[in-house]
């Protein structure tokens, strides 16, 4: 498990996931556009919460992009070539 610390200053608890992470993820999301926030939701703690897909879009944009590179990596350029 990684831990990193958000510009707002809060701690983010992010789990090695599995296919199975990927695939609940696709399975939650209403199209491609938001399998990247089901996958953040599947795998980040966030001060010790689970974090829940739509609170992610109510945090602040620095700390989900922080999130999201951690998270995502080059899940992003992967997933445009499907």
Same mark, same amino acid.
């Given at each position: 498990?990684? !831990?990193?610390?958000?510009?707002? @200053? =809060? &701690?983010?608890?992010?789990?090695?996931?599995?296919?199975? +992470? /990927?695939?609940?993820?696709?399975?939650?999301?209403?199209?491609?556009?938001?399998?990247?926030?089901?996958?953040?939701? !599947?795998?980040?703690?966030?001060? @010790? =919460? &689970?974090?829940?897909?739509?609170?992610?879009?109510?945090? +602040? /944009?620095?700390?989900?992009?922080?999130?999201?590179?951690?998270?995502?990596?080059?899940?992003?350029?992967?997933?445009?070539?499907?």
């Amino acid at each position: 498990m990684k !831990e990193i610390k958000l510009p707002s @200053g =809060k &701690k983010a608890k992010i789990r090695e996931g599995k296919g199975k +992470d /990927l695939l609940n993820a696709w399975r939650k999301a209403k199209n491609n556009d938001e399998i990247v926030f089901a996958l953040i939701a !599947e795998l980040v703690e966030i001060d @010790g =919460k &689970k974090v829940i897909y739509e609170d992610l879009l109510e945090m +602040d /944009l620095k700390d989900v992009l922080a999130i999201q590179a951690e998270v995502v990596g080059d899940f992003l350029s992967l997933q445009q070539g499907i």
